[in-house]
């Protein structure tokens, strides 16, 4: 079965830095990835995501995510980090390559953002 | 403007009361999910359907009961059976089932057993 692995749970960063959330998977196949940020009391939205089109991969907000099949990571960065990016974010990978694939959650990364 | 609703943001139950949380959306799509999301677990599948009449269990469907008489909706129903319900539900949609179609979020419902 996949599974998805967030390095840290809680990163704080001051505001300006770079940010890196760290995202692995465990498959043995090219699987398809994605990255969704969490407001507070708010539902999930799709930041970006991985389908075998490139390695490297742009989303909303300034964020990106480089799919390293070597690694089996999926980081995210942004160069610069700006108060409104606090918030959880979620890598996910998908389970299965029919129509009754799933979506595998990490436990999520909380971002904080230091003045 | 489409998108998913779900009603109510807050709930609060009795313990021994069944209770449904209700998910509507215009977006058209054929699939349509619901997930529970506890502090530090990330979200964990309840119920999912991937056409009008059709559901299968999730990873934790014990002690929920879902139905998909219509395209647009896709109630969840908390029974007296779920020992722990005290949780933050979202309901999303998919275009379709397959493995590479994103999928979109309502802002979720907050229940509170009391």
């Known amino acids: 079965a996949q599974s998805v692995t967030q390095l840290g749970s809680h990163v704080s960063v001051s505001e300006g830095a770079l940010v890196l959330l760290r995202c692995n998977y465990s498959s043995s196949v090219p699987p398809y990835l994605f990255w969704y940020v969490q407001y507070p009391n708010q539902g999930l939205q799709l930041l970006l995501k991985?389908?075998?089109?490139?390695?490297l991969v742009k989303g909303i907000n300034g964020f990106e995510a480089e799919f390293k099949k070597s690694e089996t990571s999926f980081h995210l960065t942004k160069p610069s980090a700006h108060m409104s990016d606090a918030a959880e974010y979620f890598c996910?990978?998908?389970?299965?390559?029919?129509?009754?694939?799933?979506?595998?959650f990490g436990s999520g990364t909380r971002l904080s953002i230091r003045p | 403007d489409g998108g998913i609703t779900q009603s109510p943001k807050y709930l609060f139950r009795k313990e021994g009361q069944n209770v449904t949380l209700s998910c509507e959306q215009n977006?058209?799509?054929?699939?349509m999910y619901w997930y529970r999301q506890d502090p530090g677990q990330g979200l964990r599948l309840i119920y999912y359907?991937?056409?009008?009449?059709?559901?299968q269990k999730g990873d934790i469907a014990e002690g929920y009961s879902v139905s998909r008489e219509k395209k647009e909706s896709f109630p969840l129903t908390v029974t007296s059976a779920q020992k722990n319900p005290t949780a933050f539900y979202l309901c999303?949609?998919?275009?379709?089932?397959?493995?590479?179609?994103?999928?979109?979020f309502g802002p979720g419902t907050r229940l509170t057993v009391l």
């Open positions: 999303a949609s998919s275009i379709s089932g397959g493995p590479n179609n994103e999928q979109f």
């Open positions: 359907s991937q056409i009008v009449n059709d559901f």
């Open positions: 996910a990978v998908t389970e299965g390559y029919s129509s009754a694939s799933k979506i595998i």
């Open positions: 991985y389908t075998s089109a490139a390695t």
């Open positions: 977006l058209n799509h054929d699939a």
